[in-house]
Every structure is written in structure tokens, then in C-alpha cells.
């Protein structure tokens, strides 16, 4: 399985992932600043990643702070949680993170400061393993919704690049290969980036699962024609009535599962689920570089002068999500909600498989 992130000696290490598929290096990160660059330069990419890769910057700056007293430390890792805050707007994971760092730390204010840098270290490795079993049970419950046979279509790369491991829309496609079904994945390019072409092909093909690749103009083309069975995707940020926040082209690919009677499945990690807003367009939105546009490669493909727009996501209205794929089952976009309830019988919502929603 590919690593995307790994904390080590006092490093993290990260797999550069704009060299893809051409080279395989790793970035050393010695300081927190260089995290944070590695995720505005999407050298590491994907919700739940740029999640741990955060925990990970909080961890390795505490590392350096010098501090007398509880408070003198919080106030000396205040930049490095603003700084992680300030990378990408979109995927909600990164706040996720801080939180989590934030509370764990404030939970143990008891201990030395010593004590505290060893604990937060042991806190991002921990968000990192159980990224990895949440992915495998989005895998397992995704899963029963492939059936042998079927061809499912993907967007932009939601693989073990963009997680701990495993990946959120892969992970079913793995188990389900593992449980012996035939599979075929279609993956589009994903301009502007082409994380699909460059990383996902790359990360199916080491899996040993059949894949296309296609432009990502094709996908309707081959909807009407009757090739895809159903399309699953990742999210940065889903609210909590179900609109999903995912790389620009997502919602194309939605509308067009609609309008040919495809299921269309959000693989999305209870992290990935901003439960403090309701509607998709309350999401921000990151805007990118025109470069990315204007050329591919490096190399310059429109006129000098043109003006670009390149927003990196689009938001998908829950009316178009058959269900979501999450680590404590598959549910329906009402039933998101709910999931935070305390006393909700979660067996009830548990959308049963793909019979039911076919
Ligand atoms: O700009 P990127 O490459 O970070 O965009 C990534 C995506 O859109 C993924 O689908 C999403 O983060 C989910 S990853 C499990």
C-alpha cells in the first residue's frame, strides 16, 4: 500500500506527490512551515491527508516551542494551528485535526511539557492509523454495494494518496476485489491537475484492479452507452444535509448519473462531515493558481492574456447522492444528521445493499 505521510525521527516524510507518476521522492519535512507549504503546493493532496498532515505540523513544531508553564506552551502553538488553518479552505479535515490536537492537548495540561511533546507525536500517529481502519470500513460496508461484474466510474484521486491508507472511494473497490468480484474501474484525467490520470490510474493498476482511464469530457458519452454501473467519489467537506464539497467536475459527473439512472456514492468519513453547516454553499472554495490552466506540465496550452477561472471544487447538491459511504455504514443524504445523535438506532438507517437503492 502506498504511504502518503509517515512521521519518523523527529521528521515527516512526505511523498511528493506533484512528481507522480514519474518519480518517487519524499520530502523531509524538518519544520512545520514546510508541512504547510507541502499542502498549498498539493505535494500531499486529499481531505483526510491534508487532516493528518496537519496533526503531524502541530506535533513535529511542538517539538521547538520552549515553554515554563501549560499556558506558555499554548500561546507558543497558537501560529503553528493558524498557520495549518490557513493552507486550504475547503476540506474541513484540517480543522478536524486542529481540534483534535487542540482538545487532546488541553485535556492532559497536567503533564510536563516534555511528557506533552511525546503524547502530541503519539496523537497525529494515531489520527494517521485511524484514518487507516475508518477507511477499511467504509470499504466494507461500500463494498456490498458492487456488485461481480460491475464497472464503476471515479473522480480525481480519493485513493490511499489522499488518506492514511486504503483511501475512502477506493477502499470498497479494493474489498470488493478482495471478496472476488470482478471490477473494473473507468478513472477521468481530472484536469486541471490530472490526479486522476497521474495518481489514481497509478495507485489501481498497483492494486491489480482493471483500469480505464478517460478524458473527463467522456464520462457522459459512456453513461449513455450503458458502460458505468455506478460512480463513487471522496469529499472535502460534506454539510450536514448531505451537499458535497469534491474536486471540481464532481458535480458534472453527479447530474449525469441522474439523468442516466447511475448511483452515485460519497465515500465520506465522519471527519469529512461538517455537522455545523447545513447548506453546500456555505463551503468556501478554493481558488487556484491560473497557471494550472494555461498549462499542463509546465508547458504553456492557451494564449498569453486569457482569463482564467480555476475554482479546485464544485459542490454537489445532496439530491443527487444516491448515499453516503461511512465508516458506520451506508446511509442516505436525510440521514446524515442523525449520526451525531446520541440515541439514534443506527441498524434502522443503515441503508441495506444495492438491491434497495438500485
Ligand atoms: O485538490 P485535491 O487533490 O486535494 O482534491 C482532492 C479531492 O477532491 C478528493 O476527492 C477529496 O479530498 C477526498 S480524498 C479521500
Redesign the pocket.
Known amino acids: 500500500m502506498v504511504k502518503a505521510i509517515e512521521f519518523r525521527d523527529n521528521r515527516v516524510i512526505i511523498l511528493d506527490q506533484t512528481k507522480l507518476p514519474f518519480e518517487i521522492s519524499y520530502i523531509e519535512c524538518t519544520d512545520y512551515q514546510m508541512i504547510a507549504q507541502c499542502i498549498k503546493k498539493?505535494c500531499i493532496?486529499?481531505?483526510?491527508?491534508?487532516g493528518i498532515a496537519s496533526a503531524m505540523a502541530i506535533a513535529l513544531g511542538a517539538q521547538d516551542i520552549e515553554a515554563e508553564s501549560f499556558d506558555e506552551f499554548v500561546l507558543k502553538i497558537q501560529p503553528i494551528f493558524d498557520t495549518m488553518l490557513a493552507t486550504?479552505p475547503t476540506?474541513v479535515n484540517i480543522r478536524w485535526a486542529c481540534e483534535r490536537m487542540r482538545d487532546f492537548l488541553n485535556l492532559h495540561r497536567e503533564e510536563t511539557i516534555t511528557t506533552l511533546k511525546d503524547l502530541l507525536i503519539e496523537e497525529a500517529n494515531k489520527i494517521l492509523q485511524e484514518d487507516i481502519e475508518i477507511n477499511k470500513a467504509i470499504g466494507k460496508w461500500g463494498a456490498e454495494f458492487i456488485k461481480d461484474g460491475d464497472t464503476i466510474l471515479t473522480?480525481?484521486?480519493?485513493?490511499s494518496l489522499?488518506?492514511g491508507g486504503y483511501?475512502?472511494?477506493t477502499a470498497p473497490m479494493i474489498i470488493a476485489k478482495e471478496q472476488g468480484k470482478n471490477i473494473h474501474v473507468i478513472v477521468d484525467e481530472t484536469r486541471p491537475?490530472l490526479?486522476g490520470a497521474r495518481l489514481t490510474a497509478w495507485e489501481l493498476i498497483q492494486t491489480d484492479i482493471p483500469v480505464t482511464l478517460i478524458t473527463d469530457s467522456s464520462a457522459g458519452a459512456l453513461m449513455r452507452q450503458g458502460t458505468i454501473d455506478l460512480a463513487i467519489?471522496?469529499?472535502?467537506r460534506t454539510t450536514k444535509r448531505g451537499d458535497v464539497a469534491?474536486?471540481i467536475g464532481?458535480y458534472t459527473v453527479a447530474v449525469l448519473c441522474k439523468e442516466n439512472n447511475i448511483p452515485f456514492y460519497v465515500?465520506a468519513p465522519l471527519s469529512?462531515i461538517d455537522f455545523s453547516i447545513e447548506w453546500g454553499d456555505l463551503i468556501p472554495i478554493?481558488e487556484r493558481s491560473p497557471q494550472e490552466v494555461t498549462t499542463i506540465g509546465g508547458k504553456r496550452i492557451a494564449p498569453e492574456g486569457v482569463n482564467v477561472i480555476n475554482r479546485?471544487?464544485d459542490i454537489t447538491p445532496s439530491k443527487y447522492v444516491t448515499a453516503f459511504f461511512t465508516e458506520k455504514g451506508v446511509f442516505k443524504p436525510r440521514d446524515l444528521k442523525k449520526l451525531i445523535s446520541r440515541d439514534i438506532d443506527i441498524d434502522s438507517l443503515r441503508l441495506k445493499p444495492y438491491e434497495k437503492v438500485r
Open positions: 498539493l493532496r486529499g481531505a483526510p491527508a491534508i486550504r476540506a473522480h480525481c484521486n480519493a485513493g489522499a488518506t483511501g475512502t472511494a491537475l490526479q467519489v471522496g469529499t472535502d469534491n474536486k464532481t465515500a469529512s478554493e479546485a471544487f
